[in-house]
């Protein structure tokens, strides 16, 4: 329930930069929102990166997490198309906050689905790169390891905070006054 | 103050936007960008005219490289394998399966050294000469060809620069008949991570940059573009398709072998 009645102006905002759990919930949206956006630009215009990232998916061998010998291609041409730009999506409507618990819900919903996949890799043995952002490793090494599902579980963490707690600081949203539940945010601000 | 509805504020924005990344992603990958051979290769004929332009050592003409029998004097501009050369160490071509006469030469580099063994250039008969397509094999037109696919002629003009081959067929396949010297990997190979044969071929070339030719069964195949994206994605960025395959090579009367050093 969002309770901020502030006047809808720019000082308002930044003035709400004070409270702690508002620090927590920017810090976790432009963080989650950077590490989507890096992860999206490498895997989509990085050197060889949609490629490398098939490369990845193709020895994560998620097939066999069904009992399927291998994993079906068209299976890994549609995630390989489809993760980055859902990445590059949600990246851009945290950063510039349009729908944010929307955009973090699916977030986590994505970042639950790759400590699934890399516990089973893991569990399986199986010696592969993660390709999580391309040709980079910013946090862990590029080989899948329990480094990756730290990280990933630090990342759920932020968009629950997304998810669950309400604001509105410094977004579009409040401009433009989309996903608001506070009609006393919608109205023109009066001096 | 309004209510807060998570369905209409969260649930279904979110499924919007799963929905609205699912649509570009298709997009971009299906008609954008298709998933052929996504890499752009150095034009495979800008890279055989410079070939041609750099001119043979020795004062030969490129024409004089059509000539077989000249190849043998060509050894500087072409790429050298190490010593020692690990297919000495491969079986011989087995007798069993093809005639003496279509013998290819089994290696790139000294396919031409030994004239004592290479069939007379002058003679149209030889199988390396005279394209072997009584069975009427169609080839296919370069316009007609993707991207990043090429033609037999444009296959054997990389083959005799020196580029590596790869075998995206079968096992039993490979064994059965293979481009002369090519490397067999395919696409199951890569589930494991790098295949082993793609650190043994990287080993034989200059540099990751030497143009790789892949191939399977020809027609609508699509293996050889598969393996060509892999190898995209380990590296090799002038991978080309030969678009009309093994099949095409046969018929054109190009080196041909079954000794199989690499399965």
């Known amino acids: 329930m969002n309770t901020d009645t502030r006047p809808n102006t720019l000082a308002s905002d930044l003035a709400g930069v004070r409270s702690i759990g508002t620090l ?11 590490l989507f956006a890096l992860a999206a630009l490498n895997k989509l215009r990085g050197p060889n990166g949609p490629d490398l990232f098939y490369a990845s998916v193709k020895s994560f061998r998620a097939g066999e997490m069904i009992g399927l010998e291998s994993t079906p291609e068209w299976f890994l041409r549609f995630s390989v198309s489809v993760t980055p730009w859902v990445e590059a999506i949600c990246a851009c409507a945290l950063l510039l906050g349009v729908y944010v618990r929307a955009s973090a819900l699916v977030c986590a919903a994505w970042l639950m689905f790759f400590i699934v996949l890399i516990a089973s890799v893991l569990s399986r043995g199986l010696n592969v790169d993660c390709g999580c952002f391309g040709e980079l490793s910013p946090i862990c090494g590029k080989q ?48 | 103050m309004g209510s807060f509805n ?13 929905l609205l990344g699912t649509a570009i992603g298709v997009v971009d990958a299906f008609v954008l960008r298709p998933l052929a051979v996504r890499s752009s290769p150095v034009d495979v004929d800008t890279l055989l005219r410079a070939r041609s332009d750099a001119g043979p050592p020795g004062g030969q003409t490129p024409q004089d490289n059509a000539d077989p029998a000249d190849r043998a004097d060509d050894q500087g501009e072409r790429f050298v394998f190490p010593d020692p050369d690990p297919r000495e160490a491969g079986p011989e071509s087995s007798p069993a399966t093809e005639p003496a006469a279509q013998e290819p030469p089994t290696d790139t580099t000294r396919a031409f050294e030994d004239t004592a063994d290479v ?33 037999i002629e444009q296959a054997y003009g ?57 191939y399977c069964g020809g027609g609508d195949c699509d293996e050889s573009k598969q393996v060509a994206r892999m190898l995209n994605s380990f590296g090799f960025p002038n991978v080309y398709v030969m678009h009309d395959g093994y099949p095409g090579w046969v018929a054109a009367g190009h080196p041909a072998g079954n000794d199989a050093p690499y399965p």
């Not at chain 1, 927590?24 to 950077?34: D, T």
């Not at chain 1, 669950?164 to 919608?186: E, Q």
């Not at chain 2, 069939?119 to 094999?137: H, L, S, V």
Request: hydrophobic content about 45%; proline content about 7%; some cysteine.
């Open chain 2, 158 to 214: 990389l083959y005799e620069m020196g580029a590596q081959f790869v075998d995206a067929r079968r096992l039993d396949e490979y064994q059965s008949g293979h481009v002369a010297n090519a490397f067999r990997i395919a696409l199951a190979d890569f589930d494991a991570g790098r295949p082993v044969n793609l650190d043994f071929m990287q080993s034989m070339m200059p540099d990751l940059s030497s143009p790789v030719v892949v």
């Open chain 2, 119 to 151: 069939p007379d250039p002058a003679d149209a008969e030889t199988p390396r000469n005279k394209p072997n397509n009584d069975e009427g094999f169609t080839f296919t037109d370069a316009a007609s060809m993707p991207e990043g696919h090429i033609t």
């Open chain 2, 6 to 18: 998570p369905v209409k504020q969260v649930l279904i924005p979110a499924v919007a936007v799963t």
């Open chain 1, 24 to 34: 927590a919930w920017l810090f976790s949206r432009f963080a989650i929102g950077g």
């Open chain 1, 144 to 191: 899948v390891g329990v480094c990756n599902i730290v990280q990933n579980l630090v990342m759920l963490v932020c968009t629950g905070i997304l998810v669950f707690v309400d604001r509105n600081t410094l977004t579009l949203d409040r401009i433009l006054r989309l996903g608001t539940n506070d009609p006393s945010l919608l109205e023109p601000v009066s001096d």
